[in-house]
């Protein structure tokens, strides 16, 4: 006789006072006594008609005690999921991140879950949860992360990765040119050896991140002392660093010329400080030529003199003697 609301039956067992049936999509149904909570539905309420068994799933074999029921599951799917580092950021600066995990399990659920950072060394197996703090391992370049899961009859998933880029290392910044002395006004041409932005402050003090940005060459028109450094967008920050551009002037002064009046052959005529150098710094490279000349045309027939090393606040005189 059929069992009224049951249909497609795998098998069928009882006990003394109630009955059991096993369904062909594994589920279990159960009716009659339920004093001693044989039935399985969570209560102790008799039911002359079946009632499912809370939780029976994925079971393959049933059988019945005097007072009691026995089920057998069967289940060999393994969970499947996904691991997710830092939100799916694609690079970070710190080997400690926060993974986000999913699992699915059709059978008897998710339990346990474990970690690799190579697929080869695991972690121990712990509680599955949705979050999980995870210290990859160090040195700057491509990361991965792998996980396992595990469900409650012990069905082992395939290992799901995740991938992401570990730097820790500042950016690098250049100045061209460097920094030292110049005969003049000049820019300077900051660069980095990644994409990154430069804070800079030219009137010495300390530059931060409230500073100014970098954006043009830099105009040096006086001695300036120029500090920067760069910060990328991980947040690496190189340390400052310093340059003193020095505006360095040869400043030659002429004074003024007057020929004497009247001088004799052989006689020696000087001039003190026909030349003043008044800039900051020497010259080794130029050179200044005196011409003593009768007349007002300079040409080979004139006496020539030439001095050089100009150095600051020293004057140079031009001494001659009169040929003729």
Request: glycine fraction near 10%.
């Amino acid at each position: 006789m059929q069992v009224n609301g049951l249909a497609n039956g795998a098998a069928i067992a009882a006990g003394v006072y109630h009955s059991i049936a096993l369904m062909n999509d594994g589920t279990v149904w159960t009716w009659g006594s339920n004093v001693n909570g044989e039935l399985g539905d969570g209560t102790f309420i008799n039911s002359p008609v079946p009632v499912p068994a809370g939780g029976a799933s994925y079971i393959s074999a049933i059988a019945g005690g005097g007072y009691h029921t026995i089920a057998i599951r069967q289940d060999t799917v393994p969970p499947t999921g996904s691991v997710m580092i830092n939100g799916d950021a694609t690079a970070t600066n710190s080997a400690s991140v926060n993974l986000a995990l999913s699992c699915a399990d059709t059978g008897t659920g998710c339990a346990q879950m474990q970690f690799s950072n190579d697929d080869i060394t695991w972690s121990e197996w712990e509680p599955y949860a949705s979050t999980k703090a995870w210290i990859m391992s160090t040195g700057d370049g491509g990361k991965a992360v792998y996980v396992k899961l595990r469900d409650v009859i012990g069905n082992v998933s395939e290992s799901y990765m995740d991938a992401i880029i570990l730097d820790t290392t500042p950016p690098r910044t250049t100045a061209s040119p460097a920094a030292g002395g110049f005969p003049g006004p000049l820019t300077v041409t900051l660069t980095t050896d990644e994409p990154a932005t430069i804070y800079y402050t030219t009137d010495g003090s300390a530059p931060s991140t409230a500073s100014s940005i970098y954006s043009a060459p830099i105009s040096i028109t006086e001695n300036t002392t120029l500090k920067y450094f760069a910060v990328d967008s991980l947040g690496n920050q190189e340390s400052v660093k310093t340059g003193s551009y020095g505006i360095n002037v040869i400043d030659l002064i002429v004074s003024s010329l007057s020929a004497p009046s009247s001088i004799y052959t052989g006689v020696s005529y000087t001039v003190s400080n026909t030349v003043k150098n008044i800039g900051n710094i020497s010259s080794t490279t130029s050179y200044l030529k005196f011409y003593l000349s009768t007349d007002a045309n300079i040409d080979s027939s004139d006496y020539t003199l030439r001095r050089g090393a100009w150095v600051p606040s020293l004057g140079v005189q031009a001494t001659a003697q009169i040929l003729q």
